[in-house]
């Protein structure tokens, strides 16, 4: 990237804040000096950001082969690296490397769910892997759709029950070898669900009673209900099971630990409301607070408070692995560690943190995204 420079510029035969032909008087031989001096300056001011713009738009970031105009955020999933569900006259399955597959014409819905893309198409519902071959096509039931579900081998539909308002909505499991569950009969309309060891937690909105939530567990082989706790106003934020039938929640009003019996055995105390939560080594880390005051939290399984750090902005997504939490704020990327809260790195972006996995950050924009890795220097970035 070439740059004009204050002192290159000139007019005819003119020189910078001097004109030609005409003697400079020696009185103002100093002004002229430093006025030089501050060109200088700035020059190399404006040489050194350039750099460092060509080391960030050259060296740190690229953008994805094929990149499409409008990403789906809450399409973004880190499992196995970056997955994404973007729109190019039509739908695409993307991944780490970018472009996976084209889906299909006639394409009407697709997520992600485990580093596989699921779609609906006319009647059916098809599934592909990370390497973008066919590898699940099973009936689709009018009115479905999709719901992605982490920890589940396959992918749940959902539709009303019945035509009246505050029916009851039907849920199926369909897993990657073709099999179906019993349809299981919820209380609400789904929003939010996980799965383990043949349970299956989903957080819904109960509309009778004014869009409250509600966080159902069900066996995923018979279709019963076996708990159904209400949690007051709010919407689903995470819902992440744990050991022993336990299940952690967050809503963006409150937080908490559900016992296997459907009791809640331990609350988070928050201030503000909640933007999102994760869980790593028996520790929930929230963010939550005001705009103008965010928070990182991490509290103990028995609700005890481990740390506490202000954000640069309010963090979207949290993504704990190994020893460290990611925390993707509106305007910057902070790396804290999960033991003591000690911030490792902090940096400003200048466009949306999406989603991050396998030492790589998506970034998005309303031109499209690019991919930037993180085994880099941190100190080096912007």
């Known amino acids: 990237m070439s740059v004009l420079l204050p002192w290159t510029r000139k007019r005819g035969r003119e020189g910078p804040g001097i004109r030609a032909g005409r003697p400079v008087p020696a009185s103002n031989r100093p002004k002229a000096s430093l006025l030089s001096m501050l060109f200088t300056l700035l020059g190399i001011v404006a040489l050194l950001l350039t750099a460092r713009e060509a080391l960030f738009e050259g060296t740190l970031a690229r953008m994805l082969p094929e990149g499409s105009k409008v990403w789906e955020a809450s399409s973004l999933e880190h499992s196995g690296g970056l997955y994404a569900v973007a729109y190019e006259n039509g739908r695409a399955f993307y991944g780490p490397l970018g472009k996976i597959v084209s889906l299909p014409d006639g ?26 071959k066919l590898f699940l096509t099973q009936v689709k039931e009018p009115g479905e759709n999709l719901l992605p579900c982490k920890g589940l081998s396959g992918i749940l539909v959902v539709r009303p029950g019945g035509g009246g308002f505050g029916e009851p909505w039907v849920l199926r499991a369909v897993f990657d070898g073709g099999e179906v569950s019993p349809p299981v009969r919820l209380p609400g309309i789904p929003a939010e669900a996980a799965a383990e060891d043949g349970l299956l937690y989903v957080g819904l909105r109960d509309i009778a009673s004014g869009g409250a939530a509600l966080l159902t567990c069900a066996e995923v082989s018979s279709g019963k209900v076996l708990w159904c706790l209400p949690l007051g106003d709010g919407h689903f934020r995470s819902i992440i099971p744990l050991s022993s039938g336990r299940v952690f929640y967050a809503t963006s009003k409150s937080a908490g630990v559900v016992g296997p019996g459907g009791g809640i055995t331990c609350s988070l105390n928050l201030g503000g409301p909640v933007w999102t939560a994760a869980w790593e080594d028996e520790t929930a880390f929230i963010s939550h607070g005001l705009i103008s005051e965010p928070f990182v939290t991490a509290f103990a399984d028995d609700g005890k408070l481990v740390w506490q750090r202000r954000t640069p902005s309010v963090a979207h997504r949290l993504v704990a692995s190994d020893h460290a939490l990611v925390a993707l704020c509106q305007t910057h990327v902070v790396g804290f560690s999960l033991r003591d809260g000690r911030r490792e790195y902090s940096f400003k972006t200048r466009d949306l943190p999406l989603a991050v996995g396998e030492g790589s950050i998506l970034f998005g924009n309303d031109k499209g995204a690019y991919l930037m890795s993180l085994d880099i220097n941190l100190s080096r970035l912007p």
């Open 107 to 132: 394409t009407e819905e697709a997520v992600i769910s485990g580093g596989k893309a699921y779609a609906i198409a006319g009647t059916s519902i098809h599934g592909y892997g990370p390497d973008g």
